[in-house]
C-alpha cells in the first residue's frame, strides 16, 4: 500500500510546527525570565517552602534528569528528584491514615512520623 501525502496532511505538518515554534519561544522567554530574576537574587540561599518543593519534583520528574541539567537553575536536578522521592514515599505512606483535603503539610508530617513509630 501506498502513501498518498493529503492536502490535510500538509496542513497538520504547518500547524504542528507553528506551536512548536511558538512553545519553543514561550521557554526561551521564562528561561531568560529565570535568569535575570535569579541574578536579581545573587547566589545566596533560596529556601522553598513545601509546596512549592513539591510542584517543582513533580514537574522534574516529568522532565528526566537530563533536560533538567539544561533547565534548572535554582536547585540542581539530583536535588529536585531527591525531593519526588520524598514526596512520594510520604504520599504512600499517608494513604494509610484517613486524611482531609484541608490538612497542612506540618499535620501531614505528624501523621507520617505517627505512622512511622
Given at each position: ?62 522532565l528526566g ?53
Amino acid at each position: 500500500m501506498n502513501f498518498v501525502l493529503q492536502p490535510w496532511h500538509i496542513m497538520i505538518l504547518v500547524v504542528s510546527a507553528w506551536v512548536n515554534r511558538e512553545q519553543a519561544q514561550a521557554i526561551e522567554y521564562l528561561m531568560a525570565e529565570n535568569k535575570v530574576i535569579r541574578e536579581k537574587l545573587g547566589k545566596g540561599r533560596i529556601l522553598l517552602n513545601d509546596d512549592q518543593r513539591r510542584r517543582l519534583a513533580v514537574k522534574g520528574k516529568v522532565l528526566g534528569r537530563k533536560a533538567l541539567s539544561s533547565i534548572a537553575t535554582i536547585v540542581s536536578p539530583d536535588t529536585i528528584l531527591r525531593w519526588r522521592c520524598v514526596y512520594q514515599s510520604i504520599s504512600d505512606s499517608i494513604q494509610l491514615v484517613p486524611t482531609h483535603s484541608t490538612l497542612t503539610s506540618i499535620q501531614i508530617l505528624n501523621y507520617f512520623t505517627m505512622y512511622v513509630q
